[in-house]
């Protein structure tokens, strides 16, 4: 028997492998951990141990909360008919593919005409490794590949009036600049005596030496504070002759901005967003497009459990049961069964007649619509890789497109597709009031800031979304004025015999991670009250 916690974590290791020990680790407080919450999905022998029969249950909506529910509902043998207003499964979750046929809440029709392996995610387009989106891929078999959510060689471009306003950026010169002047203020305060109330002598000879390989600066020189630790710019920022054979050295960037221009520009802000725990590389996305993810939760459900087109007409808590009416191919039908898990956005479903208590409905109109927007670019060759050498990742701007995004897949083939923009609030609005055609026309204007001329060439296919004008979704996402609030609360439990799901209902609104924490915490109250009887 171990006598020590080294010994007893040895045994553990060799009876579990490293991963099993990392865990235990974190359980002792000696390792960080970061885990979904504990999950015990319903078995098939549950109900003949409790001695009863397997419920029906009826879902509405086959985007990815709802499709995680059928699929772990299934599991203990319940019957499960999932009710889809759209003709695919993945609500949010969707890849526009060339063939796609869409008319928004505004009337227009657009018709996608992407070539055989490009596509635009409309919706999610990217996974981060500690999410439980992965371990459904794993589990359904849905192969995935890197997405490059951060790269060294994309840009930051700001309109403005700064002396950087209107220039392209590099983002690794960006972060050694920010990072070499920050370093070079930090080091003079700490080596002044500025600090010497918060550190001892050796934290600051340790925070020193840390700063200079940070931020790449100089050293202290004895006797002259002006010209210790100055940050005059290193290959980090770049180079304008790339070092080669010989002595060809390289010849690196000229000396950075100035201080004050770095500061000024504030393009450092977005170097913030490579920290966000749900944006940190690496990341990943499912090969072929996220939809992958659906179909596969389609075939593991059956898709005969799936009744496409049918938009809900009314849903109705009985004392044994819930009715729910709907509409499908000009038909009007109804459902009845035990239980319904409801997974349609709140901004739709308070338009859908129910005979829920007034507190439901004050809690669906508690939540907002978060306006959103993308538009795809499908280029006949990828003037990004050969021109500019940007191997996917990300630009950030502070113009009305807000992001435009180089694709992580594909590479050097003959075309491939560019998100144009990528905004949200306000600007998404604006961008939601045009026509595709507007939408398309602005998109290459402000593209062309950051690329040139080229970016409005070899245009071979566009499509456009805005989800605020998205049939069946009204919205990219909801936005909470809080999560304390009782109206939030108050959809974290049944109403009767119905229970909501949804990303909306997690504390990971927008990721597909939300919805399936959150189907999974309702189908787990379903089934202990099924069991229950």
Not at 49 to 57: I, N, T
Not at 145 to 166: I, K, M, Q, R, W
Not at 427 to 451: M, P
Request: charged letters at 20%.
């Amino acid at each position: 028997m171990p006598t020590t916690r080294r010994q007893f974590l040895q045994s553990v290791g060799v009876a579990g492998g490293a991963g099993v020990m990392y865990s235990t680790m974190g359980a002792l407080g000696l390792a960080p951990t970061a885990a979904a919450a504990p999950y015990t999905p319903p078995r098939s022998g549950d109900f003949t141990l409790a001695g009863r029969s397997a419920a029906r249950v009826v879902v509405l909506g086959a985007g990815i909360a709802g499709l995680t529910t059928a699929y772990e509902l299934q599991k203990a043998g319940y019957q499960v008919t999932v009710l889809e207003a759209r003709d695919r499964p993945g609500g949010r979750n969707w890849t526009v593919r060339g063939g796609t046929r869409e008319t928004d809440l505004k009337g227009e029709t657009q018709h996608a005409r992407f070539a055989e392996g490009q596509y635009l995610n409309a919706g999610p387009a990217r996974i981060a490794q500690h999410m439980v989106t992965l371990d459904y891929c794993r589990e359904l078999g849905v192969p995935v590949e890197v997405f490059t959510n951060v790269n060294a060689d994309s840009y930051y471009f700001d309109e403005g009036t700064t002396p950087l306003s209107g220039t392209p950026v590099r983002h690794r010169t960006t972060k050694a600049d920010t990072y070499g002047y920050v370093s070079e203020l930090l080091a003079r305060a700490t080596d002044s005596g500025s600090l010497d109330g918060y550190l001892t002598g050796a934290d600051k000879e340790a925070l020193l030496s840390f700063l200079g390989g940070w931020g790449a600066i100089g050293r202290r020189v004895e006797g002259d504070p002006a010209a210790s630790w100055k940050y005059t710019g290193t290959s980090r920022r770049g180079y304008e002759v790339l070092p080669g054979a010989g002595t060809q050295a390289g010849t690196p960037l000229g000396p950075p901005p100035s201080l004050s221009d770095v500061l000024q520009s504030n393009l450092g802000r977005n170097i913030s967003f490579e920290f966000g725990f749900d944006q940190a590389m690496l990341m990943f996305q499912p090969v072929g497009g996220m939809d992958r993810i659906p179909y596969a939760f389609e075939r593991a459900v059956d898709r005969r459990n799936i009744v496409y087109r049918a938009e809900v007409g009314g849903i109705t808590n009985t004392p044994t049961g819930v009715d729910v009416t709907y509409t499908t191919r000009g038909r009007r039908r109804t459902v009845t069964a035990d239980f319904c898990v409801c997974t349609i956005p709140p901004m739709v479903l308070k338009k859908i007649p129910t005979n829920f208590a007034p507190e439901v409905g004050t809690a669906l109109a508690y939540a907002q619509a978060a306006p959103a927007g993308k538009i795809a670019l499908q280029y006949d060759r990828r003037w990004w890789e050969t021109d500019e050498n940007i191997y996917g990742g990300i630009t950030n701007t502070n113009m009305d497109i807000g992001t435009i995004w180089y694709p992580s897949s594909g590479y050097h083939g003959d075309r491939g597709t560019v998100v144009g923009y990528y905004n949200f609030g306000n600007n998404a609005l604006a961008y939601g009031r045009l026509s595709h055609k507007e939408r398309l026309s602005r998109a290459l204007v402000q593209g062309q800031k950051v690329h040139g001329q080229k970016y409005a060439r070899g245009i071979e296919a566009s499509f456009s979304v805005s989800w605020e004008n998205t049939r069946y979704s009204e919205g990219g996402w909801v936005s909470w004025p809080s999560r304390e609030s009782a109206e939030y609360r108050r959809l974290l439990q049944p109403e009767g015999r119905t229970y909501f799901a949804g990303d909306h209902l997690s504390h990971y609104t927008s990721w597909m991670s939300g919805a399936i924490e959150s189907a999974r915490a309702s189908v787990t109250a379903l089934h202990q009250r099924a069991l229950a009887g």
